[in-house]
């Protein structure tokens, strides 16, 4: 059967939309995609009046996203990539199910002889544990990132820097091979990578180091570099120049997406709500 071609909403600094990217990389053998960059940032007053209000933080600037109109269109108007469309139209969002999506489509599609290893594995018992790695990774290995970015409170933020600490050594002992599921790459391993693979802003915003001679994380290093390692991650990842002056207004909390806003407002990054 032929790949369809699906239309990829995406963006190149977006970490969620990184885990597709990967997923796409992965399968490149047997699902085509045609990119479109669909958000980026727009300079404008700042809209939040009331935090101003409350703050007494004087005026200024903050950046929003601007979004392609076909993503907005497709979307009802809520805009998060990753996005997939396919050819008769149908919409598949939300980065861990788009991951689960291009590995389902690889197997519905692709040629047996050319197709890369699944993402997720065929046992029952092993598929719902790499399920619920991915689900486990995503706030604590995902969330902790904005936390110690977007978070004022320098004692919040330190606390976030220990759980992730304590959140790789553990995900480093629970590997069953080079990789979460095995010796080659899983869903679970994309759920936290574009994060592992971006930690160096921690300590480049927040002097947050994240220690490589400690034998606890020695788990965790192996993991990460192997899987940086693949061509099919290397090949997908941001310039790190380029990366750090986009997550800047994260920092500097002139950021005004649906994640900052979520984790300003005291929630976690996985928790967005329809008002973010
Ligand atoms: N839960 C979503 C989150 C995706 C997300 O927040 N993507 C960001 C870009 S990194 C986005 O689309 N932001 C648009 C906005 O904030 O309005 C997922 O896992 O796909």
Redesign the pocket.
């Known amino acids: 059967m032929p790949s369809p071609l699906l239309t990829y909403y995406s963006?190149w600094?977006?970490?969620?939309?990184h885990r597709a990217t990967i997923a796409l990389s992965h399968h490149a053998a047997s699902v085509s995609y045609k990119w479109v960059e669909a958000?980026g940032w727009e300079k404008r007053p700042s809209e939040d009046a009331n935090t101003r209000a409350q703050t007494g933080e004087p005026e200024h600037d903050s950046y929003y996203?601007w979004?392609h109109p076909d993503l907005l269109r497709i979307t009802d108007g809520e805009?998060?990539?990753?996005t997939f469309q396919d050819e008769k139209g149908r919409v598949v969002?939300?980065?861990?199910m788009?991951v689960e999506y291009v590995d389902d489509l690889a197997s519905a599609v692709g040629d047996p002889a050319t197709r890369n290893t699944p993402l997720l594995p065929a046992d029952p018992a092993e598929r719902a544990r790499c399920r619920w790695a991915a689900e486990w990774a995503n706030k604590k290995m995902c969330s902790p990132y904005y936390t110690m970015l977007v978070r004022t409170d320098v004692d919040e933020r330190r606390r976030a820097f220990d759980e992730l600490l304590e959140s790789l050594a553990w995900w480093g002992s629970q590997r069953q091979g080079t990789f979460y599921c095995g010796d080659t790459l899983s869903a679970a391993d994309i759920a936290p990578l574009p994060w592992a693979a971006r930690y160096y802003i921690l300590e480049h915003y927040r002097n947050f180091v994240i220690p490589r001679d400690d034998a606890q994380l020695a788990g965790f290093h192996e993991w990460r570099d192997a899987a940086l390692a693949l061509p099919t991650v290397a090949s997908t990842l941001p310039d790190r120049d380029r990366y750090l002056d986009h997550i800047a207004k994260y920092a500097d909390a002139s950021a005004r997406?649906?994640?900052a806003n979520a984790v300003r407002s005291g929630r976690g990054a996985?928790d967005?709500q329809e008002d973010d």
């Open positions: 963006a600094f977006c970490p969620y939309a958000l996203h979004k805009g998060l990539i990753p969002k939300e980065s861990l788009a997406s649906k994640v996985h967005l």
